[in-house]
Protein backbone atom coordinates (compact mmCIF):
# COMPACT_ATOMS: atom_id res chain seq x y z
CA UNK A 1 0.00 0.00 0.00
CA UNK A 2 2.68 2.38 0.78
CA UNK A 3 4.59 1.46 -2.59
CA UNK A 4 1.69 2.57 -4.47
CA UNK A 5 1.03 5.63 -2.94
CA UNK A 6 4.81 6.74 -3.32
CA UNK A 7 4.78 5.41 -6.78
CA UNK A 8 1.60 6.94 -7.55
CA UNK A 9 3.13 10.45 -6.15
CA UNK A 10 6.43 10.03 -8.36
CA UNK A 11 4.29 9.30 -11.52
CA UNK A 12 1.36 12.72 -10.53
CA UNK A 13 5.22 14.44 -10.21
CA UNK A 14 6.31 13.39 -13.53
CA UNK A 15 3.11 14.49 -15.57
CA UNK A 16 3.42 17.92 -13.48
CA UNK A 17 6.80 18.44 -14.55
CA UNK A 18 6.32 16.98 -18.08
CA UNK A 19 2.75 20.06 -18.15
CA UNK A 20 4.63 22.81 -16.03
CA UNK A 21 7.59 22.80 -18.70
CA UNK A 22 5.43 22.93 -21.76
CA UNK A 23 5.71 26.33 -23.46
CA UNK A 24 2.28 28.05 -24.64
CA UNK A 25 1.32 29.33 -27.81
CA UNK A 26 1.26 33.38 -28.20
CA UNK A 27 -2.53 33.47 -28.85
CA UNK A 28 -3.33 34.40 -32.31
CA UNK A 29 -4.46 37.63 -34.00
CA UNK A 30 -7.73 38.29 -33.48
CA UNK A 31 -9.45 36.95 -36.80
CA UNK A 32 -11.51 40.06 -39.35
CA UNK A 33 -9.62 42.64 -36.99
CA UNK A 34 -7.58 45.62 -37.39
CA UNK A 35 -4.28 45.27 -34.91
CA UNK A 36 -3.98 48.46 -32.95
CA UNK A 37 -0.60 50.59 -33.29
CA UNK A 38 -2.09 53.27 -31.18
CA UNK A 39 -0.14 54.86 -28.09
CA UNK A 40 -0.31 52.25 -25.13
CA UNK A 41 -2.00 49.51 -27.52
CA UNK A 42 1.73 47.68 -28.73
CA UNK A 43 4.93 48.27 -26.37
CA UNK A 44 4.08 50.89 -24.42
CA UNK A 45 2.91 48.26 -21.76
CA UNK A 46 4.44 44.74 -21.50
CA UNK A 47 2.46 41.40 -23.85
CA UNK A 48 -0.59 43.82 -24.95
CA UNK A 49 -2.29 43.94 -28.37
CA UNK A 50 -5.17 45.76 -29.48
CA UNK A 51 -7.50 45.06 -32.64
CA UNK A 52 -10.87 47.29 -33.74
CA UNK A 53 -13.29 44.81 -34.85
CA UNK A 54 -16.55 44.39 -35.60
CA UNK A 55 -17.24 40.80 -34.05
CA UNK A 56 -19.33 40.49 -30.65
CA UNK A 57 -18.45 39.51 -27.07
CA UNK A 58 -19.59 35.74 -28.01
CA UNK A 59 -17.29 35.50 -31.06
CA UNK A 60 -14.58 36.66 -29.00
CA UNK A 61 -14.45 34.97 -26.61
CA UNK A 62 -15.56 31.60 -28.57
CA UNK A 63 -12.69 32.73 -30.42
CA UNK A 64 -10.35 32.96 -27.35
CA UNK A 65 -11.38 29.74 -25.81
CA UNK A 66 -10.47 27.81 -28.94
CA UNK A 67 -7.19 28.80 -29.31
CA UNK A 68 -6.33 29.57 -26.69
CA UNK A 69 -5.51 27.13 -23.27
CA UNK A 70 -6.02 23.64 -22.78
CA UNK A 71 -7.26 21.38 -20.81
CA UNK A 72 -7.36 22.45 -17.57
CA UNK A 73 -8.04 26.26 -18.61
CA UNK A 74 -10.22 28.23 -16.22
CA UNK A 75 -12.28 31.23 -17.51
CA UNK A 76 -13.46 33.99 -15.62
CA UNK A 77 -15.81 36.96 -15.61
CA UNK A 78 -14.38 40.28 -13.87
CA UNK A 79 -15.94 43.47 -13.46
CA UNK A 80 -15.13 46.17 -15.89
CA UNK A 81 -13.83 48.73 -13.77
CA UNK A 82 -10.37 45.91 -13.20
CA UNK A 83 -9.51 46.11 -16.42
CA UNK A 84 -7.75 49.75 -15.32
CA UNK A 85 -5.81 47.67 -12.69
CA UNK A 86 -5.08 45.25 -15.50
CA UNK A 87 -3.91 47.58 -18.12
CA UNK A 88 -4.25 51.45 -17.68
CA UNK A 89 -6.27 53.39 -15.74
CA UNK A 90 -7.84 55.03 -18.58
CA UNK A 91 -9.47 51.80 -20.04
CA UNK A 92 -12.48 51.92 -21.41
CA UNK A 93 -13.99 48.43 -20.53
CA UNK A 94 -17.03 47.09 -21.59
CA UNK A 95 -16.08 43.33 -20.33
CA UNK A 96 -13.32 41.62 -18.86
CA UNK A 97 -12.01 38.09 -19.04
CA UNK A 98 -9.49 36.27 -17.92
CA UNK A 99 -8.03 32.45 -18.94
CA UNK A 100 -6.04 31.16 -16.50
CA UNK A 101 -4.10 27.80 -17.26
CA UNK A 102 -3.13 26.87 -13.88
CA UNK A 103 0.79 27.15 -12.95
CA UNK A 104 1.22 28.90 -16.01
CA UNK A 105 -0.64 31.84 -17.39
CA UNK A 106 -3.24 34.14 -17.13
CA UNK A 107 -4.83 36.28 -20.37
CA UNK A 108 -7.36 39.03 -20.09
CA UNK A 109 -9.24 39.90 -23.12
CA UNK A 110 -10.86 43.28 -22.21
CA UNK A 111 -13.66 44.35 -24.59
CA UNK A 112 -14.85 47.90 -25.10
CA UNK A 113 -18.11 48.42 -27.11
CA UNK A 114 -18.94 52.12 -27.45
CA UNK A 115 -22.65 51.28 -28.40
CA UNK A 116 -23.23 49.12 -24.84
CA UNK A 117 -20.49 51.64 -22.98
CA UNK A 118 -22.36 51.02 -19.15
CA UNK A 119 -20.59 54.41 -17.81
CA UNK A 120 -21.55 56.33 -20.21
CA UNK A 121 -25.39 57.65 -20.72
CA UNK A 122 -26.77 56.65 -23.94
CA UNK A 123 -27.40 60.58 -25.55
CA UNK A 124 -23.46 61.03 -25.46
CA UNK A 125 -21.99 57.74 -26.48
CA UNK A 126 -21.79 58.78 -29.77
CA UNK A 127 -18.16 60.43 -28.55
CA UNK A 128 -16.97 57.34 -27.97
CA UNK A 129 -17.27 56.09 -31.74
CA UNK A 130 -14.27 53.80 -32.83
CA UNK A 131 -13.04 55.04 -35.91
CA UNK A 132 -9.52 53.81 -37.13
CA UNK A 133 -7.48 54.15 -39.78
CA UNK A 134 -10.93 55.58 -41.71
CA UNK A 135 -13.08 52.60 -40.66
CA UNK A 136 -15.55 53.19 -37.88
CA UNK A 137 -15.48 49.97 -36.03
CA UNK A 138 -18.18 48.57 -33.18
CA UNK A 139 -16.07 47.41 -30.33
CA UNK A 140 -12.23 47.15 -29.77
CA UNK A 141 -10.43 44.42 -27.74
CA UNK A 142 -7.22 44.37 -25.80
CA UNK A 143 -5.81 41.19 -24.66
CA UNK A 144 -2.73 41.04 -22.06
CA UNK A 145 -1.05 38.02 -21.02
CA UNK A 146 1.14 37.39 -17.96
CA UNK A 147 3.74 34.64 -18.34
CA UNK A 148 5.43 32.84 -15.60
CA UNK A 149 9.10 31.30 -16.07
CA UNK A 150 9.72 27.69 -15.82
CA UNK A 151 11.46 28.04 -12.66
CA UNK A 152 8.64 29.81 -11.37
CA UNK A 153 6.08 27.27 -12.34
CA UNK A 154 8.03 24.70 -10.50
CA UNK A 155 8.85 26.16 -7.87
CA UNK A 156 5.10 27.07 -6.72
CA UNK A 157 3.70 23.72 -7.50
CA UNK A 158 6.13 21.97 -5.29
CA UNK A 159 5.22 24.58 -2.43
CA UNK A 160 1.49 23.92 -2.92
CA UNK A 161 2.18 20.21 -3.05
CA UNK A 162 4.38 20.34 0.31
CA UNK A 163 2.14 22.63 1.98
CA UNK A 164 -0.91 20.25 0.93
CA UNK A 165 1.06 17.32 2.75
CA UNK A 166 1.89 19.20 5.85
CA UNK A 167 -1.80 19.81 5.90
CA UNK A 168 -2.71 16.07 5.52
CA UNK A 169 -0.17 15.27 8.38
CA UNK A 170 -1.71 18.18 10.88
CA UNK A 171 -4.78 16.60 10.10
CA UNK A 172 -3.92 13.06 10.54
CA UNK A 173 -1.68 13.93 14.04
CA UNK A 174 -5.27 16.19 15.20
CA UNK A 175 -7.40 12.78 14.86
CA UNK A 176 -4.47 10.47 16.48
CA UNK A 177 -4.95 13.50 19.47
CA UNK A 178 -9.09 13.43 19.84
CA UNK A 179 -10.13 10.24 22.05
Known amino acids: ?55 SRTEVINFYKANYGGLARVI ?30 SLYVNGFDWENDVFTKPEKRIVNKLIFEGKEFKSK ?19 TEITLYLIYRCYLYSKKLKP
Do not use: C, W
Open 1 to 55: MKYTSIILIVLFNIFAIFYLIQPIKSPPDLPNSLRSTLPGDTTQITNVRAYFTNL
Open 76 to 105: LNHPPEKSQEIFVDTMQSYYLEEFIIPFKE
Open 141 to 159: ITIRTFPTSIPKRLAIFFM
